[in-house]
């Protein structure tokens, strides 16, 4: 009996993505493109780092996927960008501060990158210019649309970004650019808590907080991720500073997350991610400590 193979796949089955039916009119220059979309089942989960950055391993049939890259909406004509619920409303309420800004777009992607195309399908290098773009477009949006804590999440993603391209091209400086990124997302990320803190800008209202696309971690997420970065990228040049921001770093999260307790209010990794995070705080405040005691 003659033994018998199954057909390969037909291109269509591998596909990664797919483009929107209906075009997306952009509100500030009136080009239309389509979305392009991720489909389902086209992602296999591994680890979440200590940046609740949720790793992925490569499908046989998909090869390397990542799904951050298409969260942004870019108008491929004026590079106006801004997450999907704020592109329509958000660019018709900025208007005429992000048109003006067209060139200061335009040539600040041109520097990082050789060739971008956000008409044909995303690849890292678009999906790392998405949010460096969103990051310049939503200065320019008002308190409704949460501008700091977007920026934050947009300089964050960035920076993950950078590190993927980096493992690709290691030569290519992609890892400094990260860490500039990081530092933008720490400030981001304290503007936004204080602005939450004072009434200023609330962030209660966004869809989904992240930081990454797999979970939605709320604002205990935001504190989290706030004392990470000042942890891992803020300044250490003056020690007095970095202790009392550390200090207050490690009580909040000890306060929030009731570290030491246990919780099913939190969300089970977010609260074990804490637990690693308030032993880090507290070895660094320690051997800040035991370092002063030698000095004396």
């Known amino acids: 009996m003659q033994r018998t193979t199954s057909a390969p796949k037909p291109d269509k089955d591998r596909k990664i993505t797919f483009y929107t ?40 049939a998909f090869g390397e996927v990542y799904p951050l890259i298409y969260e942004v909406d870019v108008c491929p004509h004026c590079y106006y960008a801004a997450y999907r619920g704020d592109f329509l409303p958000g660019g018709k309420a900025a208007a005429t501060a992000i048109s003006d800004d067209f060139e200061h777009r335009v040539n600040s992607v ?38 700091a804590i977007k920026s934050a999440l947009s300089a964050v993603r960035a920076a993950w970004l950078c590190k993927d391209l980096h493992k690709r091209k290691p030569t290519e400086n992609w890892d400094y650019l990260a860490t500039l990124f990081y530092r933008k997302a720490r400030y981001f990320y304290k503007l936004a808590l204080e602005k939450e803190a004072s009434g200023k800008e609330a962030y209660s209202m966004v869809r989904n907080l992240g930081p990454d696309t797999d979970k939605n971690y709320g604002h205990e997420g935001v504190l989290y991720m706030t004392y990470m970065l000042e942890l891992k990228y803020g300044p250490t040049d003056k020690r007095e500073y970095r202790e009392k921001l550390l200090n207050a770093g490690k009580n909040a999260i000890a306060r929030m997350f009731g570290v030491g307790k246990k919780t099913k209010s939190k969300p089970g990794p977010l609260l074990d991610k804490a637990r690693e995070l308030y032993d880090k705080l507290k070895a660094e405040l320690r051997d800040a400590a035991d370092d002063e005691e030698d000095e004396d």
Do not use: W
């Open 110 to 147: 041109s520097k990082l990158f050789d060739a971008i195309d956000f008409q044909g399908p995303r690849r890292l290098p678009e999906g790392l210019a998405s949010y460096f773009l969103a990051l310049q477009c939503y200065q320019f949006m008002g308190k409704e649309y949460a501008p």
């Open 21 to 60: 039916k209906e075009s997306i009119h952009c509100p500030i220059c009136d080009a239309a493109f389509k979305r392009e979309e991720l489909f389902t089942g086209r992602l296999n989960v591994d680890e979440l780092t200590d940046e609740l950055h949720r790793q992925y391993k490569p499908k046989q």
